[in-house]
């Protein structure tokens, strides 16, 4: 199946400091990849869309300057918190589009971050 | 009004029984549908894709009705592997995706 992973797993930094999370997809090529947040006890929230070679397109809401996204692959994303505080703590998961007519998602395992 | 809604549950059932989750979506235009579940602090899975025939998995059988704009997921014979949070996705034809809040469910011995 689609094997999609995620860079680190768990992340715990200080504020101001930036945190870099890297999604790949390993066995297809994905021109569109997703950015989500959770945070307990709540349900995903669409961050960004990210397609290859071009700017993400950002959900209403969420800071483009501050959560910087590079496609610069068919097969990477990476997300930049940029300047972290501790409300940026949560749960960041990424998922790759598989294409074709029913384009199925496929999550990475998600990237824990804790800004202290 | 979501675009996607689900009944937050819990859903708290022994094993054995059969339960079901109902999923409604507000935008006419939408093409594709999917089941995943999520477990406590990881990532969601696929479940299932819904087909408009609807389609059976083992225990798992999803349907889809266009015309009340709702999908469901009925699972028979729960385990207690099954607890979980089952997340409804609904695609436009645009390729933008809505998840549901999820539907959380607690199979009991």
């Known amino acids: 199946g689609a094997v999609v992973s995620q860079h680190p797993s768990r992340v715990i930094c200080k504020s101001g400091t930036s945190v870099k999370i890297e999604c790949r997809s390993l066995d297809f090529q994905a021109t569109t990849m997703f950015w989500y947040r959770q945070f307990p006890k709540q349900s995903l929230m669409l961050m960004a869309t990210s397609n290859e070679g071009s700017k993400a397109t950002y959900e209403q809401g969420v800071e483009k300057d501050k959560f910087l996204i590079n496609h610069a692959s068919l097969t990477l994303s990476t997300l930049t918190v940029t300047s972290a505080h501790p409300e940026d703590s949560s749960f960041y998961i990424c998922s790759a589009e598989t294409g074709g007519t029913r384009d199925t998602q496929y999550f990475g395992p998600g990237t824990r971050l804790t800004v202290l | 009004r979501k675009e996607v809604e689900q009944d937050p549950g819990p859903f708290n059932v022994p094993e054995g029984a059969t339960v079901a989750f109902n999923c409604t979506y507000s935008?006419?235009?939408?093409?594709?549908f999917f089941w995943y579940r999520q477990d406590c602090r990881k990532e969601p899975k696929l479940l299932m894709s819904?087909?408009?025939s609807g389609n059976e998995d083992g225990r798992f059988t999803a349907q889809l009705n266009r015309a009340s704009q709702y999908i469901s997921l009925l699972i028979r014979d729960s385990k207690l592997s099954d607890s979980a949070t089952y997340l409804c996705v609904v695609n436009t034809n645009a390729g933008k995706s809505t998840f549901g809040d999820g539907t959380t469910l607690t199979v009991k011995p």
């Open positions: 935008n006419s235009a939408s093409q594709s």
């Open positions: 819904v087909y408009s």
